[in-house]
């Protein structure tokens, strides 16, 4: 499994995956990870020492195509980024994969007609931000090169 960046999706991962697996995450700044530790242990801090968790502090697209085709079996983007527009133009080659899932915190149509120029099936399926919710107040936005 590799991870590009941070935030709560290590954490998802790591219970979801067995002793035995190796979870990459690229995060481009130390201070991200030293912030984790020091301010979030109960969210990411502790968990960056996990003996499955591997940090390489470099761009995600550099561990992507040095990876070759069957390195990882997923691998999740968590960056403030999106197909249109990029943050930076070097960062269109992240999306060139055969499935992606997007997270959003509202279902935006506009986002969903710009991944159908990329990808030939989009799905918007509503989620719940945790397991006993009442609402469904997520999005994951599926676009699928089919």
Known sequence: MLIG?????????????????????AELLQVVVDWDREFLPGVNGLLVDDPR??????DVAELISRAGENRYHA??????????????????????GRCV???SANPDKSFARCLAKHFGNVQAITAKAYPKAKRFTHTLFV????
Not at 5 to 25: H, I, K, N, Q
Not at 53 to 58: F, G, K, T, Y
Not at 143 to 146: C, G, L, M
């Open 5 to 25: 960046g941070f935030s709560y999706t290590l954490r998802r991962v790591l219970e979801l995956c067995p002793p035995d697996a190796t979870v990459d995450v």
């Open 53 to 58: 968790v591997n940090i390489h502090l470099r």
């Open 75 to 96: 691998i999740l983007l968590d960056v403030d980024n999106s197909p249109d527009p990029l943050v930076q133009k070097g960062n269109a080659k992240l999306y060139d």
């Open 101 to 103: 899932v997007f997270w």
């Open 143 to 146: 676009a699928d090169r089919v």
